[in-house]
């Protein structure tokens, strides 16, 4: 009996040991860890933010740092995609890839953010005070620009298969500011200090990044990069392909949250969007695992059916006690913001979701790592058309509830394709 005892601890430990070893489930975890931290500092940040100032410095500095996701989402135009397929499987060009792809993203965002900030009375009226402050309009620029440098260079770090970069990086960037923020508060507490306490510290990593921690890993590499024609040519169809498929698989995701203000009454749009939020903590798992997933197989392609299968395995383990746990305690969840947001069954539907977006989401970085484009796009267009159909219908039918009916019925509806398709051709 004690042997077998045993026996059932070694195999444990073993797999235990092998996840925590495998770069695919290491970087995973790093990755998961980085969106945590992320995530909780700038809750913290904002929380500290209201208390210390009005709502209306609160909403104008966190309307200026959405436009700046936003300009940084415009501008990527499949950079990303581009530099972890090609990059992760090109030791030797891996360098004058980077470089080149730098070089662009510095020119992209430049023209981007200085379009924006000279067309603000048309493209955001509301961030007009901007005008008003000198150092806070520089440093939106700056900020702007090097923030979307800094998602490129995690993801070369994360090509070296260093996904701990990533994490510390996170922190570099996340846990400063409230610190900073409670400096700023002795002197001045307007959106300025809002602002600047959020990127100052970004802005330091993205320098110190550029000047010593990429050169260090990558020898020659410069801090704007260095541009090479037959490289961004011979890679360019590639990523803007997979630009296209990326606005449309991640469509769905980004228009419920703004659509439910039109289709719904503002309290109810409130209360969807709490628990949407909620929900949107077991999405980070499956996005940050398939990140990682595609680094792997683009390195080896031959090895994308097990690389695929591992990916699901780890992303299921993982949701299911959370799921579990938001299952049996969603009441309990959603009263900590109000008893009026207590919804469990529209967080049950989306729960039961999590399952086959993790595999559709698997399916779309496996389209990817094969390099064909015609049907990541078919994908990534079905996905879209099937939950925005399924949404307009079911949401006039059902309300709030209707819209997470939407939201399973489109995923569960896609998963056909990986059901059918991959299952054939790679799980033989």
């Known amino acids: 009996m004690s042997a ?10 073993g797999r235990i040991h092998g996840m925590l070893f495998s770069p695919l489930y ?4 790093y990755l998961m860890a980085a969106t945590i931290t992320s995530s909780g500092a700038g809750f913290v940040f904002w929380w500290v933010s209201a208390r210390i100032t009005t709502q209306a410095d609160v909403g104008l500095a966190s309307s200026a740092i959405a436009a700046i996701t936003l300009l940084k989402s415009i501008g990527e135009i499949g950079l990303s995609t581009t530099l972890i397929h090609f990059g992760a499987s090109q030791e030797k060009g891996a360098v004058k890839l980077l470089s080149t792809l730098i070089v662009v993203k510095w020119i992209l965002m430049l023209i981007l953010t200085v379009g924006f900030v000279v067309g603000l009375p048309i493209f955001s009226p509301g961030l007009m005070p901007l005008y008003d402050s000198p150092p806070v309009l520089l440093a ?3 900020f702007t620009i090097i923030d979307g440098i800094l998602a490129l260079q995690d993801l070369a770090m994360l090509n070296l298969g260093k996904g701990q970069y990533v994490f510390f990086r996170q922190i570099a960037c996340n846990l400063p500011p409230t610190l900073l923020l409670l400096v700023f508060a002795q002197f001045v507490t307007t959106y300025e200090a809002l602002f600047l306490a959020y990127v100052i510290p970004n802005m330091v990593v993205g320098v110190v990044t550029s000047l010593y921690v990429l050169p260090n890993n990558y020898p020659g590499y410069r801090f704007f990069g260095s541009f090479n024609l037959e490289i961004f040519r011979n890679v360019l169809p590639y990523g803007m392909v997979n630009y296209i498929s990326d606005l449309l698989w991640s469509l769905p995701g980004n228009l419920i949250p703004v659509i439910t203000i039109s289709i719904l009454a503002a309290d109810d749009a409130g209360l969807f969007n709490i628990s949407w939020l909620i929900f949107g903590v077991v999405l980070i798992i499956p996005r940050v695992s398939t990140t990682s997933m595609f680094v792997e197989v683009s390195k080896n392609k031959d090895a994308i059916g097990a690389n695929a299968l591992k990916t699901i395995r ?3 383990l993982l949701i299911t006690p959370i799921c579990v746990v938001m299952w049996l305690f969603g009441d309990f969840i959603l ?3 109000g008893k009026d947001y207590s919804n469990i069954d529209l967080l049950r539907v989306l729960l039961l979701s999590a399952y086959p977006f993790s595999i559709n989401s698997v399916h779309y970085i496996m389209l990817r790592a094969i390099g064909n484009l015609w049907n990541i796009t078919i994908f990534a267009f079905f996905s879209a058309l099937a939950t925005s159909v ?3 219908v079911l949401s006039s039918i059902y309300g709030m509830n209707g819209i997470g009916y939407a939201w399973l019925l489109g995923q569960s509806l896609t998963m056909i394709f990986p059901i059918v398709v991959i299952g054939r051709r790679y799980f033989r």
């Open 4 to 13: 077998q005892v045993n026996g059932i601890f070694q195999t444990i430990y």
């Open 26 to 29: 290491r970087n995973s975890l």
């Open 140 to 142: 939106f620029i700056i």
């Open 314 to 316: 780890f992303v299921i």
């Open 335 to 337: 009263s900590v913001f």
């Open 390 to 392: 399924s949404l307009f």
